[in-house]
């Protein structure tokens, strides 16, 4: 066991929610549980890929042993006067289902680990482009597959891209997104418009082999709004 993890419950909360709060201006439970090693940051990615049930479930700690932790953070949230906002938690993937936190999950406690606390010592305006961001939901991602030979795991189709779910690759078809219209990368201000305008969005990606990792090739939008923006910008220009 190292000496942190020997230290006093109490020392650990306080020590890893002043690390967040200094380095962000805000902390969550969920990084207060990061902090105090009870939850690595992979596993909570994948509970945000909604690969887990819950929270707790993948935490090895006992139940007990949470609520005390969430209660000594509770108490110096409010010792040091930090502001609450509930923030919306949703998976990143197309159904967008709310996360849950709780094994048993009781309104009350899933909206206290829902709740970022925030630095009175911010403005009011910074304060409110956090909450803003925190309640943002995550990019959906969509892979460009480099081989044709694929087959959806739910209908045994196969397509131009497609979702990684638990179970294999998924068509656009079956996940509700081929509806949308992919926008390949390269025009900055026509990307940025119609992402913030798009009610739906999703981010493409292909492997580079020779560089080893994912790379971004563009958005999969709403047709309509890809349509509406690029007329606005038009008339901009030949305005
Ligand atoms: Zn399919």
Excluded at 62 to 86: D, G
Excluded at 131 to 142: F, G, H, I, K, M
Excluded at 217 to 225: D, Y
Aim: aromatic share 6%; proline share 6%.
């Amino acid at each position: 066991m190292s000496r942190n993890n020997r230290s006093p419950l109490v020392d650990r909360v306080t020590q890893a929610a002043n690390t967040a709060l200094a380095a962000q201006g805000y902390v969550s439970p969920v990084e207060v549980l990061v902090g105090i090693r009870w939850i690595d940051p992979g596993t909570v990615k994948r509970w945000q890929q909604g690969q887990i049930d819950c929270l707790e479930a993948a935490m090895q700690t006992n139940p007990s042993r949470i609520t005390e932790a969430m209660e000594l953070f509770r108490v110096w949230a409010a010792q040091n006067q930090l502001i609450p906002s509930e923030t919306q938690y949703v998976a990143r993937t197309p159904q967008r289902q709310t996360l849950r936190f709780s094994r048993g999950g009781d309104p009350k406690i899933e909206a206290f680990y829902g709740t970022h606390w925030i630095s009175p010592a911010l403005s009011e305006k910074k304060r409110e482009r956090l909450a803003e961001q925190a309640n943002r939901p995550p990019d959906l991602v969509v892979v460009q597959p480099l081989k044709h030979e694929w087959t959806c795991h739910r209908c045994g189709g196969t397509g131009d891209f497609l979702v990684m779910e638990n179970a294999g690759p998924a068509c656009l078809h079956c996940v509700g997104l081929d509806d949308l219209e992919f926008l390949p990368r390269g025009d900055a201000l026509l990307t940025r418009r119609v992402r913030a305008r798009s009610a739906r969005s999703a981010v493409v990606v292909r492997f580079s082999r020779t560089r080893e990792r994912y790379e971004r090739q563009g958005l999969l939008v709403e047709p309509h709004t890809l349509a509406e923006v690029q007329q606005q910008l038009e008339a901009r220009e030949h305005g």
